[in-house]
Structures are given as C-alpha cells and as structure tokens.
C-alpha cells in the first residue's frame, strides 16, 4: 500500500475530506493520514458533506505534523497554499504534490450556501483523489 499525508493548514475540513475519500475510494491502495500545521479540530460541515457519501468520517482527529510518521510517507500532499509553503522540508523519497484547494470554512451565507461550499471542496479532492488511485493502479 502507498502511504499518503494530506495536509492542511488547520487539518479540520479538506485534508480530513481527503482522508476519509482516499480511505474510501483507495481502499487497498492508499494507506491515508491527514494533519494540520496548526489543527482546530474536525469541520462538523465537513462531516456532514462527507456523510452524504456515506463516508464517516467522525472517527477522524485534528493532529499536527508528525515529522516521524511524515517521513515515513511515499507522497505528501498539500491542499492550502499556506501548508504547501510551511510543509516541513520532507526526504528525497517523498513526493510532494500541491493540489491547492479553496477553504469552504470562510464561506457565508445560509447553511444551504454553506453547505454548498463544504461540497465543493469535497467534489474537488475526491476527482483528485480518484485521479490519483488510478495512477497508483487501484
């Protein structure tokens, strides 16, 4: 299995989608973590849009960056340009990749506008993370 981190700069909403659908969609293919340079503990908006898959995604935690478990990697991918660009540095064997993702957190409006946000974040990294499980052959 290929071992992915996401990260994000609060790993609450897209590098917490990202690992719920690569456990989903890469199952015995991608082995998915997920961590945050400064975590704020998992969206409950991220949950719900992740739950319409019928991917849960509440047994998830908000953690930070464990350089140990980080180099144990084989890609490393940033979804914020705050956490591609603060990405402790990662050993040549690591690929890194940057899919830059706009945050559904900031979005205002109704809870139906908002919720509108959350699911295209999560529409986004799943076509990312389906692109990427037939790259690795899965």
Known sequence: ???VMFLCTGNSCR??????????????????YSAGLAP??????AV???AELGIDITGQSSKPVDAELMGSM??????????????PSTPPHIKKIHWPTD???????????????FRRARDE???????????LGG
Do not use: W
Not at 40 to 45: E, I, K, L, Q, S
Not at 103 to 117: C, K
Not at 125 to 135: P, Q, S, T, Y
């Open 103 to 117: 945050d559904p957190v900031g979005a205002t409006g109704t809870e139906e506008e908002i919720l509108s946000e």
């Open 125 to 135: 990294i799943a076509g990312k993370v389906r692109e990427l499980v037939d790259k």
């Open 74 to 87: 084989d890609f490393v991918i940033t979804l914020c340009g705050h956490a591609d660009s603060m990405c």
């Open 48 to 50: 719900k849009v992740m």
């Open 1 to 3: 299995m290929v071992k």
């Open 15 to 32: 590098s917490q989608m990202a690992e719920g659908l690569a456990r989903h969609y890469g199952r015995g293919v991608i082995d998915a």
């Open 40 to 45: 704020a503990g998992v969206n409950p908006n």
